[in-house]
């Protein structure tokens, strides 16, 4: 079945250590996004990927980057998390028709010790 | 700033009462809504989406949208516990979704 993966499924890392969450999708899409979100919080979107086109959220913080090197992939980068950056990553695909919706992975849970 | 909102709830029906979930929105250019699923600690699911005024039917589930009054509703008729769940809605102009904070909803046996 066509899918969006993500892995880790769960991430632990210390304090100012650097990590790298990933996203593939077989679905072919040419917009692929990062959304953070945090308990009974609405999904943050922090930047997103409009085929090659990497388009930052204005408040996104410097400490998070991403990656695409092609259709499939993508990572997100965080090369200092703080205790501030636990939460649930999710990784979303979709088309650019109008009316396509988001395909969502399972998502990532970050932990920071 | 486009803002999309919710009541936090939580929503508690109980079992095989209709569950009625409200949005609203500020953007008036928005062309797409969507309702998401998402269970505690897992990823938003998609369940309905809705492009033109009216009603839009899917099993269980109504969506009803309302343009004039930048409204969004989700109907699930005869509510399980399976049910129980936050419902996020999206509203979309361009590729970019905006999602409200969620409602938690109950259903009880």
């Known amino acids: 079945d066509a899918m969006v993966i993500q892995n880790p499924r769960y991430q632990v890392t210390q304090f100012g250590k650097p990590v790298t969450l990933s996203c593939s999708q077989t679905?072919?899409?040419?917009?692929m996004y990062w959304y953070q979100q945090k308990s009974s919080q609405a999904p943050k979107l922090l930047f997103h990927?409009?085929?090659?086109?990497?388009?930052n959220e204005a408040d996104t913080p410097d400490n998070f980057q991403s990656r695409r090197p092609n259709t499939s992939f993508c990572f997100l980068d965080i090369r200092s998390p703080g205790l501030g950056d636990a939460a649930m990553y999710l990784c979303?695909?979709?088309?650019?028709?109008?009316?396509?919706?988001?395909?969502f992975g399972d998502g990532t849970r970050l932990s920071i010790l | 700033q486009k803002e999309v909102e919710q009541n936090s709830g939580p929503l508690s029906v109980p079992e095989g009462a209709i569950a009625s979930l409200n949005c609203t929105y500020s953007?008036?250019?928005?062309?797409?809504f969507f309702w998401y699923r998402q269970y505690s600690g897992k990823s938003p699911e998609l369940i309905m989406s809705?492009?033109?005024?009216g009603d839009k039917e899917d099993g269980r589930f109504t969506a009803q949208l309302n343009k004039a009054s930048q409204y969004v509703s989700l109907l699930i008729r005869d509510s399980q516990p399976s049910d129980s769940a936050t419902y996020l809605c999206?509203?979309?102009?361009?590729?970019?979704?905006?999602f409200g904070r969620g409602t938690s909803l109950i259903v009880h046996p």
């Open positions: 953007d008036r250019g928005s062309q797409s």
């Open positions: 979303a695909t979709s088309r650019t028709g109008e009316g396509q919706p988001q395909h």
């Open positions: 809705i492009y033109s005024n």
């Open positions: 679905l072919n899409h040419n917009v």
């Open positions: 990927y409009y085929d090659k086109d990497f388009n």
């Open positions: 999206a509203v979309r102009r361009s590729y970019i979704p905006t």
